[in-house]
């Protein structure tokens, strides 16, 4: 975790200096400002935890800062207020304005460090509060999968249902859906939660290692063996193994696999004795199998022996009513990450994410939204924070064509065909039918509600 931020506000140079020093020395990152003005304006670029303000300033008293500042989001920072004046009524009323204490001047070093350590611990006790409400409180969400889309329900209710059963499971979905995410997901529903995961990514692997990584081999089975060693399928015994972009899985790799699904034995390269594994096995893959088994490129009896359990993961432009969801608990993920206090997305930020296709799935929203809770210039995150890639303009298709009638037609019916066609094409997804006619989200949205289409959910 980030050092925690402290924003120490004084008019007066020396004293600024005196307690920057300790602060620093006790492993603080600091900030300092001279007046309320220059400490609120510090206060939104700087994000500090704790703010450390003198109760007189020369344009407004310190607890008029902190005012002005809780107002806008009680959680993000707590105050310690000076005085060197140590009177009771001053002391009550910063206290009843929301200070956590208050110190009279010339502040003992040992107390202010106390005392802001001890504000520090509170305010990670109500970040972490607050975090475990919103996960309470979001109904459409299990280990990690957000979502309220009808697809992502379906995938939700998959995992209930197939989690618990010892059943090989295939998920199947573009680059960046999530399947890994769902692996995981199934695994800790099932009873082997408890037992052990591991993965292995079958395009990253060499089709001279695969054999020997998934089934092990004998000391002596080939040049470099020098001692025996278990294969990934037989040290996940009792648990979960999963294979990512199983559709790259060499030919020969594949009898293999589907002798150890039918008979529940592995032999290790080398070997002569056949052992009994109880491991689950989910596999996943971007790739259409049917179409890789009419290339020769992957066993049809194999495809029939995960067949039997397929969730398919839909992309994030056909669910982009779930962005939002998505979006807002990266932000929470990485306002961990990176001690930030990012509150959300202004409206033409967001309007762009709605618009933008995402080709690389809710991988690149992720990522999208850890660069822009980093660099975010405020607590909102805006147009000018979102770093995404320019996507290449599509290729003209065949025109549109349309009869019209011989009583003619308004231009009105015309576009309102359109429209409804282009829904119908995208599924209901207004994003998508936004890209198929090279317009904006808000233009489609528009026309949506103007003529009663059905849309997505």
């Given at each position: 975790?980030?050092?925690?931020?402290?924003?120490?506000?004084?008019?007066?140079?020396?004293?600024?200096?005196?307690?920057?020093?300790?602060?620093?020395?006790?492993?603080?990152?600091?900030?300092?400002?001279?007046?309320?003005?220059?400490?609120?304006?510090?206060?939104?670029?700087?994000?500090?935890?704790?703010?450390?303000?003198?109760?007189?300033?020369?344009?407004?008293?310190?607890?008029?800062?902190?005012?002005?500042?809780?107002?806008?989001?009680?959680?993000?920072?707590?105050?310690?207020?000076?005085?060197?004046?140590?009177?009771?009524?001053?002391?009550?009323?910063?206290?009843?304005?929301?200070?956590?204490?208050?110190?009279?001047?010339?502040?003992?070093?040992?107390?202010?460090?106390?005392?802001?350590?001890?504000?520090?611990?509170?305010?990670?006790?109500?970040?972490?509060?607050?975090?475990?409400?919103?996960?309470?409180?979001?109904?459409?969400?299990?280990?990690?999968?957000?979502?309220?889309?009808?697809?992502?329900?379906?995938?939700?209710?998959?995992?209930?249902?197939?989690?618990?059963?010892?059943?090989?499971?295939?998920?199947?979905?573009?680059?960046?859906?999530?399947?890994?995410?769902?692996?995981?997901?199934?695994?800790?529903?099932?009873?082997?939660?408890?037992?052990?995961?591991q993965a292995v990514n079958c395009a990253s692997m060499p089709e001279s290692l695969l054999e020997s990584e998934l089934f092990g081999y004998e000391k002596g089975a080939f040049t470099g063996a020098y001692s025996q060693k278990q294969g990934l399928i037989e040290s996940s015994n009792?648990?979960?193994?999963?294979?990512?972009?199983?559709?790259?899985?060499?030919?020969?790799?594949?009898?293999?696999?589907?002798?150890?699904?039918?008979?529940?034995?592995?032999?290790?390269?080398?070997?002569?004795?056949?052992?009994?594994?109880?491991?689950?096995?989910?596999?996943?893959?971007?790739?259409?199998?049917?179409?890789?088994?009419?290339?020769?490129?992957?066993?049809?009896?194999?495809?029939?022996?995960?067949?039997?359990?397929?969730?398919?993961?839909?992309?994030?432009?056909?669910?982009?009513?779930?962005?939002?969801?998505?979006?807002?608990?990266?932000?929470?993920?990485?306002?961990?990450?990176?001690?930030?206090?990012?509150?959300?997305?202004?409206?033409?930020?967001?309007?762009?994410?709605?618009?933008?296709?995402?080709?690389?799935?809710?991988?690149?929203?992720?990522?999208?939204?850890?660069?822009?809770?980093?660099?975010?210039?405020?607590?909102?995150?805006?147009?000018?924070?979102?770093?995404?890639?320019?996507?290449?303009?599509?290729?003209?298709?065949?025109?549109?064509?349309?009869?019209?009638?011989?009583?003619?037609?308004?231009?009105?019916?015309?576009?309102?065909?359109?429209?409804?066609?282009?829904?119908?094409?995208?599924?209901?997804?207004?994003?998508?039918?936004?890209?198929?006619?090279?317009?904006?989200?808000?233009?489609?949205?528009?026309?949506?509600?103007?003529?009663?289409?059905?849309?997505?959910?």
């Amino acid at each position: 975790m980030e050092k925690w931020k402290i924003l120490i506000v004084d008019d007066e140079a020396y004293q600024r200096d005196i307690l920057r020093v300790i602060m620093e020395n006790e492993g603080f990152a600091v900030e300092c400002a001279e007046n309320g003005e220059r400490a609120i304006e510090m206060c939104h670029r700087f994000s500090p935890d704790v703010v450390l303000c003198d109760y007189k300033l020369p344009d407004m008293e310190g607890t008029q800062v902190m005012e002005r500042l809780v107002t806008s989001d009680r959680h993000k920072h707590e105050f310690i207020i000076f005085t060197a004046h140590g009177t009771i009524e001053s002391a009550v009323k910063a206290i009843k304005r929301g200070a956590f204490d208050y110190l009279t001047k010339p502040v003992e070093r040992e107390k202010l460090i106390l005392t802001t350590n001890r504000a520090c611990e509170r305010l990670a006790l109500v970040r972490e509060n607050i975090q475990l409400k919103k996960q309470l409180a979001r109904p459409f969400a299990i280990e990690g999968v957000i979502g309220k889309h009808p697809s992502i329900l379906k995938v939700l209710d998959f995992i209930k249902t197939v989690g618990p059963l010892n059943v090989t499971v295939l998920i199947t979905g573009e680059t960046g859906t999530g399947k890994d995410l769902i692996a995981r997901a199934i695994h800790s529903a099932s009873p082997r939660k408890n037992k052990i995961f591991q993965a292995v990514n079958c395009a990253s692997m060499p089709e001279s290692l695969l054999e020997s990584e998934l089934f092990g081999y004998e000391k002596g089975a080939f040049t470099g063996a020098y001692s025996q060693k278990q294969g990934l399928i037989e040290s996940s015994n009792g648990g979960t193994l999963f294979l990512d972009e199983v559709g790259e899985l060499p030919v020969g790799p594949q009898a293999k696999l589907l002798r150890f699904l039918e008979e529940k034995k592995v032999r290790r390269v080398g070997g002569k004795e056949e052992i009994a594994i109880d491991v689950r096995l989910i596999a996943a893959t971007n790739k259409k199998l049917s179409d890789e088994i009419k290339k020769g490129n992957f066993r049809e009896d194999l495809f029939y022996r995960f067949r039997g359990f397929v969730i398919e993961l839909p992309p994030l432009r056909e669910r982009s009513s779930d962005l939002y969801l998505l979006a807002e608990s990266f932000i929470e993920k990485y306002n961990l990450v990176f001690n930030r206090a990012v509150r959300g997305i202004g409206n033409e930020a967001l309007r762009v994410l709605m618009d933008y296709p995402w080709p690389g799935n809710v991988r690149q929203l992720d990522s999208v939204i850890e660069k822009a809770v980093l660099l975010a210039r405020g607590d909102i995150i805006e147009l000018a924070d979102l770093d995404l890639p320019a996507q290449p303009s599509s290729p003209a298709g065949p025109a549109f064509n349309f009869e019209i009638p011989p009583n003619g037609v308004s231009l009105e019916e015309i576009e309102r065909q359109v429209i409804f066609k282009a829904m119908e094409k995208s599924g209901g997804c207004i994003a998508r039918a936004a890209k198929l006619l090279g317009t904006t989200y808000r233009t489609v949205e528009y026309r949506v509600k103007k003529y009663a289409i059905p849309r997505a959910r």
